[in-house]
């Protein structure tokens, strides 16, 4: 039961890294747009194609959570008493981009705007590179049981260069996504604008796995020899096969294969870097049987999982279809102007 709440465990990961990762794509475009007049295009793009789904890509991040204290109580403690400072911040990052996506499109003055804009933006940023960093403190097996709290823990070569993998992953992921976005909004001009950093995202992210590859040979060895092995190598090889295959579909037409096929190179590298730490949840002091709670919490917590995923998975499949089909646009001024009642009419008034 262990195991299989272990795979559990992981699978959310790779969920909240492709979903939760395409929405910090798209705040890292936001940020590196340009001023309010070049990057009021690509703006209006992010704020269209996020409004309907962002917040509930935040729901896997809940299941990891919930996982990792019910089913892993000694993994939840060595990683937040280790590491508490990168996940606060990443924490604390999660609140800011969620205020300042919501409240910069209602505001009508530029300086509120730009001023909540810069927050999302910036935000977007550094979550994930604080959440990749405490990542590779665990892969490095810095945050073993009974660490106390350092920078040691996850400002080593292994977490800087985790973190900055997650930036160009969901980089990537965005702009995979806006450029598809762009096509269903009849918008040619931001389908090359996006299709461009697609491309180079992934030349990027390729260059950084190929550096990660050769410092943790030396800085996480374990890891180092099973994505180098077995089935965290087969993994490997998928998210570069998936990176290839997303790179010639977009410069055939962005849509739903190339989404695909990205979601299948960030998926696939974060089951691998699970592959990668088998048996341990940290490498090499703590393996899933240790860290495993009791029997009984372990029963319960599968059969909780198995529910809320019945229930939730098919909620989110719709919302991800009403999204895609153009059933969640968002109103315009218009569209709310319209719904204003006429005071001059005295049937609107009745």
């Known amino acids: 039961m262990a195991d299989v709440i272990a795979v559990v465990l992981l699978l959310a990961v790779a969920a909240y890294a492709c979903a939760g ?16 007049e070049r990057g009021a295009r690509p703006r209006w793009l992010i704020d269209h194609a996020m409004a309907p789904v962002w917040e509930v890509n935040n729901v896997w991040l809940v ?9 892993f109580p ?17 924490a604390i990052g999660l609140v800011l981009r969620g205020a300042g996506f919501a409240l910069r499109k ?3 003055h530029l300086a509120g ?41 996850w400002s080593n070569p292994t977490s800087v260069l985790f973190g900055l993998i997650a ?22 001009d931001l389908v090359g604008y996006f299709r461009r950093r697609a491309l180079g995202s992934v030349v990027a992210l390729a260059v950084l796995a190929g550096i990660m590859l050769t410092v943790t040979r030396s800085d996480a060895p374990h890891v180092w020899h099973g994505l180098t092995h077995g089935v965290g190598l087969g993994l490997v090889i998928l998210a570069g096969v998936c990176s290839l295959a997303t790179g010639w579909l ?8 190339p989404r695909i096929t990205a979601v299948g190179v960030v998926a696939a590298a974060v089951l691998a870097w699970g592959a990668a730490q088998r048996p341990y949840l940290i490498p090499t002091s703590l393996t899933v049987a240790e860290g495993a ?58």
């Open 250 to 257: 977009l410069l055939r037409r962005p849509g739903v294969w």
């Open 113 to 153: 705007r730009r001023l909540y804009g810069a927050v999302f933006a910036i935000a977007s940023l550094l979550t994930p590179f604080f959440l990749g960093a405490a990542v590779g403190g665990v892969a490095s097996g810095r945050a073993v049981p009974g660490t106390e709290a350092s920078a040691h823990a």
């Open 167 to 188: 930036i160009v992953a969901t980089a990537f992921l965005g702009a995979v996504f806006l450029a598809g976005d762009a096509a269903r909004y009849g918008a040619p």
């Open 74 to 90: 000694t993994l939840f403690q060595t990683v937040f008493s280790a590491m508490w400072l990168p996940l606060a911040l990443a």
């Open 293 to 350: 709670g009791a029997p009984g919490s372990l029963r319960w917590t599968g059969l909780v999982t198995l529910v809320a995923l019945l229930l939730v998975c098919p909620a989110v499949a719709f919302l991800y279809w009403l999204d895609t089909h153009g059933e969640l646009e968002p109103l315009s001024d218009t569209d709310l102007r319209r719904t204003e009642p006429d005071h001059d009419d005295p049937t609107e008034l009745n």
């Open 106 to 108: 209602p505001l009508r």
């Open 63 to 71: 299941f990891v959570f919930v996982i990792m204290w019910t089913g």
């Open 21 to 36: 990762g395409t929405d910090y794509g798209a705040g890292f475009w936001d940020l590196t747009a340009g001023g309010a």
